[in-house]
C-alpha cells in the first residue's frame, strides 16, 4: 500500500428535506484515504454509511463541506469511480459478457478498438473466474455469479476508486467467503482503492487496512477509525485464532455494542463465531439476516 493520499472528504455535512424541517444525516465527516488503501465502513443501521458512499460516488451533494479525488472536487458521478451495490443490478436479457460490455463501451469507445474492447471484456471476467458463464445470461446464474459479473463491470470501468455497498449481504455465507477471497485478490492485483460498507464485523476485519467505525444517526459522523495491521496476503482459516484478529475483532465490537448503544439500553453480547465462513454482524441478534438494500436512501430513512 503506498503512503500517496489520494481521497479526502472535509466536514461533510448532508441535510435532507423533511416535512418537519432539515434532517441532518451527516456532521462534519472528516476521513482522508490512501491510494491503493481498503477501507470499510461500519456502524448500524442508520449511521449514514450509504449517504458517505453516495457523496464519494457524486451521486449526492454535501450541504457543507466536500470531497476531492487527486486534488479535483467531485460533484457529479465519474467512471474513475464505480459503483457495485448489494443488488447486482445486471440487465436481465443481457449475457454477462454483454453486461460488462455496457459499461466498457461507454467509457472506453472512443480509445479503444474493438479488438481491446473485447479482449478487456474477457480478461475483467477471467479476474472474477466468471469466463466460464460470459454467454449465459442472468437468470442461468447463481446469485453469487451474478454478483462476480457485478463486480467485473465496475473494474472494467478501470476505476481509481471502488465503492461497494454491502456487496455481499445478501448471499449465503459459504458464497460470501468465497467473493471475499476473490475481493482479496483482485485488489492486491490492480491496487484499487475499496471503501466498502459492511455489518459484518468479521469481513471488515478480514479485508480492511482501516475500519470507519460510525456513530448513530441523526447528525452521525466518525466514531473511532481502526488500523487492521494483520499481514497481506489473508488467509480466514490461519485468522480464526490469531490473537491480533481477535483483538481487532473486539474492538469494533465494543464500539458498536458498548459505546454506540441507544442510551438506557442494555449492552449486547452479540453470538461469538469463528468459523471460516460464518461472522458477527451489527444487526440486532434476533434479525441477523442481512435485509436486501432496495435503494441508496435507506440508511438516510432509518
Known sequence: MTTTKHLELTGVDIDFPTPNGPFKALSNVNLKIDRGEFVSLIGHSGCGKSTVLNIVAGLYQ?????????????????????????????????????????????????TKTKAEMKEWIEYNLQLVHMDHAMHKRPDEISGGMKQRVGIARALAMEPTVMLMDEPFGALDALTRAHLQDSLMEIQADLNNTVIMITHDVDEAVLLSDRIVMMT????????????????????????????????????????????????????????????????????????????TKTSSTDEQAA
Open 62 to 110: 454535501a450541504t457543507k463541506g466536500g470531497v476531492l479525488l487527486d486534488g479535483k472536487e467531485v460533484n457529479e458521478p465519474g467512471p474513475e469511480r464505480a459503483v457495485v451495490f448489494q443488488n447486482h443490478s445486471l440487465l436481465p436479457w443481457l449475457t454477462a459478457y454483454e453486461n460488462v460490455e455496457l459499461a466498457v463501451k461507454q467509457v472506453f469507445k472512443k
Open 216 to 291: 448513530n444517526g441523526p447528525a452521525a459522523t466518525v466514531g473511532e477509525i481502526l488500523e487492521v495491521k494483520l499481514p497481506r496476503p489473508r488467509h480466514r482459516l490461519e485468522l480464526a485464532d490469531d490473537p491480533q484478529y481477535n483483538h481487532y475483532r473486539a474492538a469494533v465490537l465494543s464500539f458498536l455494542y458498548e459505546k454506540q448503544r441507544t442510551p438506557g439500553e442494555a449492552p449486547t453480547k452479540p453470538t461469538k463465531q469463528h468459523t471460516s465462513t460464518d461472522s458477527t454482524t451489527t444487526d440486532s441478534p434476533e434479525a441477523t439476516t442481512p435485509t
